[in-house]
């Protein structure tokens, strides 16, 4: 069974542009989470999906914004890139919203210059 | 709100032997679920081993156990016979049971480095 994949792997921009990251989850899994993760914030949740409707929101601006497809991959974006949007965007996917174990992949590196 | 405090932010162990990690946590809720995460250099977070509030029995998993104290909101883990593919960072998290705000939720503490030493 393939796990959460996924991508890009790395990718650098500069300030002021804007990404996107996809995920997709464990096949049979209908809820995806997003989190960041850096040096100073350690993980923190940014918002989960759930056939396709965000259930949850964590505490960051309006320019992180995510989306899940009728498939239930999962992609994040994030506007108007700052230098401190650096991080490692980790998704963890799991069977439902309640359910109590979350699968994660590897994470998506993103370095703004 | 819930947090999660790891106070070692590094640990060292000699192979074979025993580690405690420690975490403690701060929530008003009586029905949650703990876990303890490894994440490697890779970057992929690895669920080591979960507890859940209601159950008053300490979860093990193979070398890893741990010392669910609900009343003291403690929640240590314990690795014995230390090997050298242990060595990653270890995060405690908390989820609320409570659904709404709790969907996908996982609170995190800053995590401990466990070094392993041949």
């Known amino acids: 069974k393939a796990g959460v994949t996924q991508t890009p792997r790395y990718l650098i921009k500069t300030r002021g542009q804007q990404v996107t990251l996809s995920c997709s989850p464990i096949?049979?899994?209908?809820?995806v989470s997003w989190y960041q993760q850096t040096p100073g914030q350690g993980l923190q949740f940014l918002f989960e999906?759930?056939?396709?409707?965000?259930?949850n929101k964590g505490n960051f601006p309006g320019r992180f914004s995510g989306r899940q497809f009728s498939n239930s991959r999962s992609e994040m974006n994030v506007s108007t890139l700052e230098l401190g949007d650096s991080a490692l965007y980790l998704c963890a996917s799991s069977t439902a919203s309640g359910a109590n174990v979350l699968t994660f992949g590897a994470g998506s590196r993103l370095t703004v210059l | 709100a819930q947090t999660v405090t790891q106070s070692q932010p590094e640990m060292s162990v000699q192979e074979a032997e025993t580690v405690t990690l420690s975490c403690t946590y701060d929530?008003?809720?009586?029905?949650?679920?703990l876990f303890w995460y490894k994440q490697p250099p890779s970057r992929q977070m690895i669920l080591v081993i979960r507890?859940?509030?209601?159950?008053?029995q300490n979860a093990t998993e193979n070398r890893f156990s741990v010392n669910f104290q609900k009343a003291a909101k403690s929640f240590s883990l314990k690795i014995s016979d230390s090997q050298l593919g242990d060595a990653a960072m270890y995060f405690c998290a908390y989820r609320s049971r409570a659904g709404g705000t709790s969907y996908g939720k996982l609170t995190f503490g800053q995590g401990t480095i466990l070094t392993v030493h041949p």
């Open positions: 096949s049979g899994h209908r809820s």
């Open positions: 929530t008003s809720e009586s029905d949650y679920y």
């Open positions: 507890q859940e509030a209601y159950k008053q």
């Open positions: 999906y759930f056939s396709e409707t965000q259930r």
